[in-house]
């Protein structure tokens, strides 16, 4: 099918953006790289009047350091992300789960905060951003606001998006130089949709866990932070009964989905294997795969 | 609405003027306006891989861009990929020589990937090309044999041979 029709502004910068984006208040969507908005308008899912594209916002392309933070704004895609080195040194659990995504020609195009705010339930980076304690920037013509990405995320597809609102940028904790992550994930294909999948990230201090954050999409109707496993874990040595008591705690915490791929006892058997696994390797990668 | 939207493009090396609906798919545009038909259709929501293009040098499905936003974008399609009509470029050599295809609905987006694959990595390991082609779908070859064309396209590359 092809898409209903619709107006395109695109403007030079952000403010036209905003100014866009507040004259067609609920008629309007973001464009960015178009990789979840427009399957869905080609199936006419969605038809919105109005697409403001950001694409020639140079000034919404930037990924820097700030603080103890690493941001990222809403024009940076994904495959650039994947391979930038502020991303590999202080966001190893990012730089691990960019793979997943989706195939590298989406990835060139698809954007980190547009995925964000799509906020598909099985979708990796909301998982990643609770795990790595992102805040979203998010912009309107009233001005900024701030938001934990717990609090960002309402349900499937759901963000506290306003009309006229777009996200402007994510800003991700830096993970320690002495922290552990990992991002595992199963799907029906590698780099297809995901079934099931973890973001994990830890620090052992005398061998034993003084920190741990546990994200998982395909738990619940959208990505969550699991805080009845990080507290079986913390304050443990990671050893083979600490690592089944998690999982149980996880396995108990969750209410993952049934759909056509996985029912949900097949999902919550397979997040806990997944959480084992990457506690144990805690390499950012599957043992076997990496790119 | 209705409004429509002047946009220039490079496709295949040619300078391109169009004035198109915001609506106009990549893809159609390359088919129905260039008639520039290998690049073909088979999902139009990005699963498929059928009608994968490069843009800006980097693979890109066409049934997922709007032409009016790519002012001043290069674009390459299969048409472009063989050095001449009597010659055929080492991918699609190896393709023909592995019987990597059978209807060959999937191939050219198979070809463009490949591409991109091999330019970033020229002798990759079977993981990765597997990993690389994971989201193209053929319903003919069963795979096999798009895997070993990408192999031994690789190695003609690296060669500087046939394939
Ligand atoms: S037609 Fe574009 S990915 Fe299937
Ligand atoms: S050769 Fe027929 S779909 Fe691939």
Redesign the interface.
Known sequence: MKPAPFALAQPDDLAGVLAALARHGEAARVLAGGQSLVPLMNLRLVRPAMLVSINRCAELAFTERRGDRLVLGALVRQAEAETHPLVRAHCPLLAAALPWLGPQATRNRGTLCGSLAHADPLAELPAVALALEADMLLASQAGERRLPASEFFQDALTTVLRPGEMVRAVAFQAQAGDERSAFLEIGNREHGFAVAGVAVRWRLEAERCAFARIAMLGAGPVACRVPAAEAAIVGRPLDAGAIAEVVEAARAAVAPPTDVHADADYRRHALGVLLARALRQGDGQWASGSR | ???R?EVTLTVNQRKRRAQV???L?LV?YLRHELGLKGTHVGC????C?AC?VL?DG????S????V??LDGAQIRTVEDVAPSPELLHPIQQAFHRQHALQCGYCTPGFVM?TL??LAGNPDPSQ??I???L???LCRCTGYANIVKAVTAAGKALREGSQA
């Open positions: 609405m209705g409004e939207i609906e915001p609506r798919l159609d139009e929501q990005g699963a891989g994968t843009l980097r693979t890109a499905r049934c997922l861009h709007f009016a936003a990937t991109e694959l993981t990765a597997r990993r690389a994971t989201n193209n």
